[in-house]
């Protein structure tokens, strides 16, 4: 891009680490937004607040995304670097200021941010400050502006952040940022995109933190994940998250109808009905491909109903134990920890002749109290290995899975070791 020449007419609110003014472009006539540094900014060459903003326009303009501001213009050899680009007509921070916005609104919005944000992922680019101000409308469109806080993510570089050094905006700023900006992943974005849904969906701003219990109940797992406090606890990539959302607001039909006729069902099951059982046996098989419906509803199958199901049919209760095992890898809230931990400890009293299952079972438990670093599920894991301490293969198998994870049997040492245990288990403690 080559110099251009601008007018300034106005100062506008706003910009982030600099100042923008609404401007004319005399070439073209054109209207757009043009950013300077601010004052207060050390704007000497090769000073760190220069490459700060050097950095932010060549990130930026190399990002070349529908979803991504677009920068027309630039001169960062000046003594007083500048860039400029099309002038918005609102933010979402303006929306926000007169309340919660409707579901589908939230949703169009979220679609072409969360696009957009994959696409900077993909490239390598962190953007560390999402937040309502930074989210523009362009014309008709959505847009990611201000990578002022950018970060490389195979960028070695210390020397914009260190560590004790805070970047991002408090409200929506993932609680790593504050031991080690540096040092954050993808998931300090996931974060703040979390955080935005909750204030768009609430109406409130998300401080001191999200209040998930004003949330409508079907988004309440989904950003709990979204702001979960370890990194490791939330979506992995923004590509997942888009894909839990899709199927949480699926269209009505597909998405509450198998929720709602489950419970029915389970409630008729548990009145004695054992026909209800069959049939809900067969509605869970049938959508084993939805994973929030398997995520929200399999936890809650009770020890009864869990056993008419392993009698009824053996070989279709295996199937759903393996699909919530699979659908139970990763991180998860920690009540959710202690669900999934819950519910496999139910499955082990069944499946008293199914060996497979059992081990499926054992391991997630221990996996799930380890990597969660759960007490609770710690003494579910304990109470699981009393339950098999008599059989040989069981023993053996234990032994094992302690014994090919040495992290997993230091923590779940205290809690075994407060029971009387086969030799082989103890020893891997």
Not at 128 to 144: F, H, S, T
Not at 191 to 206: D, F, K, N, R, W
């Amino acid at each position: 891009m080559g110099r251009v020449r601008v007018t300034k007419h106005e100062q506008l609110r706003g910009g982030g680490q600099g100042t923008v003014w609404r401007a004319t472009r005399l070439d073209t006539n054109e209207t757009v937004v043009i950013k300077y540094p601010l004052d207060s900014l050390d704007m000497s060459e090769g000073s760190a607040d220069r490459r700060r903003f050097v950095r932010e326009v060549r990130y930026q303009s190399s990002l070349r995304h529908a979803g991504i501001m677009p920068i027309v213009g630039m001169n960062l050899k000046a003594s007083k670097p500048f860039f400029f680009m099309p002038l918005a007509s609102h933010s979402l921070e303006d929306l926000l200021k007169s309340g919660p916005l409707p579901e589908e609104v939230t949703l169009s919005i979220v679609a072409e941010i969360l696009a957009a944000l994959e696409y900077s992922h993909d490239q390598g680019v962190l953007h560390r400050d999402l937040k309502p101000a930074n989210l523009l409308y362009l014309q008709d469109r959505w847009v990611i502006s201000d990578f002022g806080l950018c970060r490389q993510i195979d960028s070695n570089s210390t020397t914009i952040t260190h560590v004790g050094t805070v970047v991002g905006s408090l409200a929506y700023m993932a609680p790593e940022q504050w031991d080690n900006a540096h040092a954050v992943e993808e998931t300090a974005d996931i974060y703040s995109v979390g955080q935005i849904i909750y204030h768009c969906l609430v109406g409130e701003e998300p401080w001191p933190r999200a209040r998930i219990g004003k949330l409508e109940e079907k988004y309440r797992y989904f950003i709990s994940r979204c702001v979960a406090e370890e990194p490791v606890e939330r979506f992995q990539s923004v590509s997942e998250m888009r894909r839990e959302l899709e199927l949480l607001t699926a269209p009505q039909v597909e998405l509450a109808s198998p929720t709602t006729r489950a419970n029915e069902l389970k409630t008729e099951a548990l009145a004695g009905r054992k026909e209800a059982v069959s049939r809900l046996l067969h509605l869970i098989v049938d959508s084993s491909d939805d994973e929030v419906f398997f995520k929200e509803f399999v936890p809650s199958l009770p020890l009864e109903i869990l056993h008419y199901m392993h009698e009824k049919d053996p070989v279709a209760f295996e199937g759903i134990v393996r699909t919530f095992d699979e659908y139970s890898e990763g991180g998860h809230p920690f009540d959710y920890t202690d669900e999934i931990a819950d519910f496999f400890l139910r499955v082990i009293r069944v499946a008293k002749y199914s060996r497979p299952i059992r081990r499926r079972s054992l391991r997630r438990i221990m996996i799930v109290g380890t990597y969660h670093n759960r007490f609770h599920v710690g003494e579910v894991f304990a109470q699981a290995v009393l339950l098999r301490k008599k059989d040989p293969e069981d023993v053996k198998y234990i032994a094992s899975l302690l014994a090919d994870d040495p992290h997993a049997a230091r923590f779940m040492g205290p809690y075994l070791k407060q029971y009387s245990l086969p030799r082989e288990i103890l020893k891997e403690l």
